[in-house]
């Protein structure tokens, strides 16, 4: 039975009025099955208060608080690989909580069953108390979208120090570049079909303009050793979830199974037949032709 660390960072969560989220999510590491974890917090030097709230449950023995000036979230991640002691880590954010008191058991057996690097698990994408929905993880759709939610994801230690940590460039979506690369470099996914977590939408990670621009980026800097790729055609592959075909005939090799038959199904489909409507911004394209070419939005 493996040591497991559970990674979550803090910063001023009394000022920003999250108090009650990260209650929830401590006592839903602490309510798990599996025995054999350590769950530690990243804290960026919260002055508010936050730090006495934490300091209850670290004197419960619950977890261990390190605090600490950091430059955002994927320092203070980075932080948390370097002090885990577990063969896995997963990064379960203080907004978000396990749903399944067998979370961690059910991710580590099938690891452990697989012999694989990574496993990744169905979510619930929260917008509100009563307003949820299911985000199932899909690895095909890796290269043009995110493929899961990072708080299901539980990785190998050594394989996240080997890969070179989380890229602390990026303000919102290094956890996602980071799925890229390890697939690229050929790390073993294993996917856990059921829902282990909560995630609650809010924050940083809805801002969607910095997202979108991140994203775009990512493919500039990842699939450069593939194609020349524009940051416009980049920001296509954002918006229409769909790659250029020379790039998808080069990446599609890193994927497996049905991974890489729906990678092409998802491909050929939305190259074929695209269509959405919104108030700023519609398209429809048939067989390969523009009948309504989208304009392009700025951000």
Avoid at 53 to 79: F, H, T, V
Avoid at 235 to 250: E, G, Q, S, V, W
Wanted: hydrophobic share 40%; aromatic share 14%.
């Amino acid at each position: 039975m493996p040591l497991v660390t559970v990674i979550t960072t803090t910063y001023n969560l009394i000022k920003s009025e999250r108090i009650e989220f990260i209650k929830e999510c401590i006592e839903s590491v602490h309510s798990q099955s599996y025995a054999n974890f350590e769950h530690i917090i990243i804290d960026g030097a919260s002055s508010d208060g936050t730090l006495d709230i934490l300091k209850e449950y670290e004197d419960k023995g619950w977890l261990k608080i390190y605090s600490e000036p950091d430059s955002g979230i994927y320092q203070a991640m980075n932080r948390g690989i370097d002090k885990a002691n577990g063969k896995y880590v997963v990064f379960l954010n203080s907004d978000d909580y396990f749903s399944s008191v067998d979370a961690i058991k059910k991710s580590v057996e099938l690891l452990e069953s697989t012999n694989s690097d990574i496993s990744f698990a169905d979510v619930s994408y929260s917008y509100s108390k009563n307003n949820a929905k299911l985000w199932a993880g899909d690895l095909s759709i890796v290269f043009s979208a995110p493929p899961f939610c990072h708080q299901t994801m539980f990785t190998k230690t050594d394989v996240l120090k080997e890969i070179g940590y989380f890229n602390e460039n990026y303000k919102i979506a290094s956890d996602y570049e980071m799925m890229i690369k390890l697939v690229l470099n050929g790390y073993k996914f294993v996917h856990l079909k059921e829902n282990i977590a909560t995630f609650r939408y809010g924050g940083y990670s809805s801002s969607r303009d910095l997202m979108i621009n991140e994203d775009a980026q990512i493919y500039c800097d990842l699939y450069k050793e593939f194609c020349d790729l524009s940051f416009d055609e980049a920001m296509d592959i954002y918006r229409f979830h769909t790659l250029p075909f020379n790039l998808a005939i080069k990446l599609s090799k890193y994927l497996h199974g049905i991974d890489k038959l729906n990678f092409w199904i998802n491909n050929i489909r939305k190259h074929l037949f695209q269509f959405r409507l919104s108030k700023k911004s519609g398209m429809l394209r048939i067989f390969g032709f523009w009948i309504i070419k989208p304009q392009r939005n700025k951000v």
